[in-house]
């Protein structure tokens, strides 16, 4: 082949590539557009939970949805070990709080109605503390009786967090189905409509 | 031939790190929903830089603050034990005597889902009193305002800003 040929394969190469390279990019965020709009239409609180989703990304949450959720182990507030795969084949619902996250406290009687209504389906509530290391697990334990929790309170570490995705808001919550696949997540609090919704979801996931 | 199977490479190279670049990008966002959710940015210390006292006598300065757009923190005084105060710790230095800090009373909030629930919170600007006497001479005053803030929805982790102004003591 001559020396010109190779220059016109070279260019029209580059050029091919150069096609691939928009469209990948257009497709893409395309793709997240149509995203936006899903999360905009949600039955309830349509503009605030946009505005959640929003948040969120911005904060560098990744969209962990139809990923496996990340393996952990940490202690209860009463020091037992406790891992996420001791909840294989169960609905789990991964809830990031904290003692002085007000939000976090209001949504708490639902998650208690919640867990009482869908644990017999295989359905379990995480709670995982957000506050700081020094906290006392003792202060914890008595803030999740004075709540009436029902569900266990695992006190936290950065390695979760980051895990997760940093989890810079609280309430934050990771919905993960039967299979051990996120399907749903919520940064900031949420009507008790959507938790159960996202509920529904995980139970559905994976089958029984 | 060795100069153009290079060139090829290296064309082949540059295009797939710019997709690559492409694809880490971040996309934009509608709404510009940016600045919620950085602790650090939800109170700024707005002034005063330097203040004129007179020494030796009790003063008082006043610090002003601002709570971003959109969020509140607690006040000094929060209507629940587990909320987090806002609090100004100061650096002692010698000849310049804090003696008391004022906080103002808190505004009552009521969060968007309990609205039987109220809060006490700073939003928009709020200042606090903070009372002094100092040695004659020119002293730096340094602090920090710890704050926990939260939006109508969710909350961010407490944090801590600094603060410092230069007290002249005449």
Known sequence: MKRNQWVIVVVLAAFALMVWSGYANYKRRKQYAQRQVQGAVAPENANNQSVQQDVAADEGLPDLRGKRAPEFSLRTVEGKKLSLSDYKGKAVLINF?????????????????????????????????????????????????EQ???????????????????VEFLPTSYFVGRDGKIVAETAGLVSKDEVEASIKKALAAGGK | ????????????????TSAQVLKDQPLPLPGGANQQGDAAAAVQFLYPETVNIPARRA???????????????NSHAPTDKYLIPARLAVVEVQGLNITAVDFPPGTEYAPQFAVKEKLSVYTGEFVLHAHLKAQPG???????????????????????????????AQ
């Open chain 1, 97 to 145: 709080w904290a003692t002085w996250c007000a939000p976090c406290k209001i949504e708490m009687p639902w998650l208690v109605a919640l867990r009482s209504q869908y644990a017999p389906q295989g359905f379990e509530i995480l709670g995982v503390s957000e506050d700081d290391a020094d906290t006392p697990r003792s202060k914890l334990a008595k803030f999740g009786q």
């Open chain 1, 148 to 166: 009436g929790l029902n569900y266990p309170l695992l006190v936290g570490d950065d390695a979760i967090s980051r895990k997760y995705g940093g």
């Open chain 2, 1 to 16: 031939m060795l100069r153009l199977t290079a060139v090829l490479v290296g064309g082949l190279v540059c295009l797939a």
């Open chain 2, 59 to 73: 003063a008082q300065i006043d610090l002003h603050f601002r709570v971003a757009d959109g969020l509140h923190i």
């Open chain 2, 138 to 168: 020119e002293h730096l005053l340094e602090g920090a305002l710890r704050y926990q803030a939260c939006d109508a929805n969710s909350c961010m982790p407490p944090h801590s800003i600094p603060i410092s102004v230069t007290v002249v």
